[in-house]
């Protein structure tokens, strides 16, 4: 039994090999960009908004009232980031479901890449925010006794967040695997149906711990603060 | 439990363009929809305000206009009322006059009806009155009407012997006229009596039809005379003053 998608080679060609966990994204991926083409394509001022933009926007705006309630920074620069985390790990958990489909979440490669999407992200809103300086100081605070701490703080986020993602996915799918093998018939589709649910959670828990780690980082005082009306 | 780092640069390539994807396809369509929707709704909002405030102003002006054109239709109303009355009024006025003229009309014609009325009732009365005269003076004397009225004019002639003197001057004649043609005897006694007191002077005789009974002395500018009318005149003042011999005489519609 395959415990990562990586392991599943779709494609060779020299040293690259083209594994299921790089095409279910592209598959999500396709999934996510083609429903929000169809729903965004024909996008009118004057037109009531139908079933499927107003449920568009839904989502939309909720992620967004999540991050505006963390931080009143930045919204919508987070809001591409930690929005775009949970509905590719939302979506990858719902397309889970379907035989045949190893969701990408289950690969450590991919929890471990979207944790390092994280982990350049934190710097990034801290510099543009209040500056180099300021962010170079968090690692200091309050005392440069403490930098190792902190950077070690900063490297467990990484394996925290990866591992978790990684585990529970990857945990779901091992159980489903070990629970076809002696009750084929019901257990399975419980087990789905709690993968269902843990892949919901993991997606939100996911982008809102990564907008956490963005608004504490962007907390700091700024070195020069703009107007506020500039927010 | 392995990491394939190809496979972590792939997916990390593969979330940054699905980051960019999404920011292209979902983000910022939704986003940007939902602020044009909200403009056009604040748009349309400000239209509503708009046409609401003009909707105001047309119903104040409409109401401006509707209380202008109630009081002209009071003041049309009131000078229509006032033209009517005046009309009413010279109608009135002219159904008045109209009234009062035929009122007047209808009093001369009736006065002219009097008139005519009591022109035949005196020439009735006349005749009537010289005839029971006449009667009661052959029943009682055994004399004539006309003898009568000649004793009675040459009593009449003496007190006035002067004044007829006056009056005859140099011509010496004198005319007598009476109804019916008087008797010689009568026409003899009278010459008689006015030669006794004018002597010479001659009497003409001659008779109208058309005069009242009795006999008229002209003598140049002086005039004896007795008639009936002279008793018809007293007759009309006593029936003007008697209802009751009005009420006798003027039967049916000739009472007013």
Not at chain 1, 174 to 179: G, N
Request: with cysteine; net charge negative; aromatic share 8%.
């Amino acid at each position: 039994m395959d415990l990562t998608p990586d392991t599943i080679v779709l494609w060779e060609y020299g040293g690259f090999r083209l594994n299921a966990t790089i095409v279910n994204t592209w598959i999500v991926m396709a999934v996510l960009t083609l429903a929000s083409w169809l729903v965004t394509r024909r996008l009118r001022p004057d037109v009531p908004p139908g079933r499927w933009r107003t449920l568009a926007e839904t989502i939309v705006l909720m992620i967004e009232e999540q991050i505006r309630s963390i931080t009143p920074h930045a919204v919508h620069q987070i809001l591409y980031l930690a929005g775009s985390l949970f509905l590719f790990i939302a979506t990858a958990g719902l397309l889970g479901v379907v035989p045949g489909f190893r969701s990408p979440t289950g690969s450590l490669s991919t929890t471990l890449a979207l944790t390092l999407v994280v982990l350049f992200a934190v710097p990034a809103f801290s510099i543009s925010h209040g500056g180099f300086r300021v962010y170079l100081r968090n690692f200091i605070q309050p005392s440069i006794l403490l930098l190792p701490l902190n950077l070690l703080g900063e490297a467990s986020k990484v394996i925290s967040l990866s591992i978790r993602l990684y585990g529970n996915v990857m945990s779901s799918a091992v159980i489903v695997a070990i629970l076809l093998s002696i009750a084929p018939f019901f257990f399975p589709v419980i087990m789905d149906l709690f993968g269902l649910l843990i892949g919901m959670i993991q997606a939100y828990i996911f982008a809102v711990l990564a907008t956490v780690y963005i608004s504490a980082a962007m907390s700091q005082p700024r070195a020069n603060p703009p107007p506020e009306d500039s927010l | 439990m392995s990491i394939d780092w190809i496979t972590v640069l792939a997916q990390l390539a593969n979330f940054l363009l699905l980051i960019w994807l999404l920011r292209r396809f979902l983000y910022r369509p939704i986003l940007d929809g939902i602020d044009r929707r909200e403009a056009e709704i604040s748009r349309r909002m400000a239209e509503a305000e708009e046409v609401r405030e003009q909707a105001r102003s047309a119903e104040a002006r409409y109401m401006e206009q509707y209380e202008k054109c109630l009081a002209e239709q009071d003041s049309m109303v009131l000078r229509a009322l006032a033209a009517t009355e005046g009309a009413r009024d010279q109608l009135m006025d002219e159904a008045h006059d109209r009234l009062e003229q035929e009122r007047r009309e209808w009093h001369r014609h009736l006065e002219r009806e009097r008139r005519e009325f009591m022109a035949q009732l005196q020439q009735a009365g006349t005749l009537v009155l010289s005839e029971l005269v006449r009667r009661a003076l052959h029943d009682l004397a055994d004399e004539s009407l006309e003898a009568g009225i000649v004793r009675h004019i040459g009593r009449r002639l003496a007190p006035m012997a002067d004044e007829l003197a006056a009056a005859v001057g140099a011509t010496r004649q004198a005319s007598v006229t009476s109804r019916e043609p008087l008797a010689e005897p009568l026409q003899a006694r009278l010459q008689a009596d006015l030669a006794a007191l004018l002597p010479g002077i001659r009497l003409q005789f001659s008779h109208d039809a058309g005069q009242s009974p009795g006999i008229v002395l002209q003598l140049g500018g002086a005039r004896v005379e007795w008639t009936i009318d002279s008793y018809m005149d007293e007759f009309e003042r006593l029936f003007a003053q008697d209802p009751a011999a009005r009420t006798v005489l003027l039967p049916d519609g000739h009472e007013h």
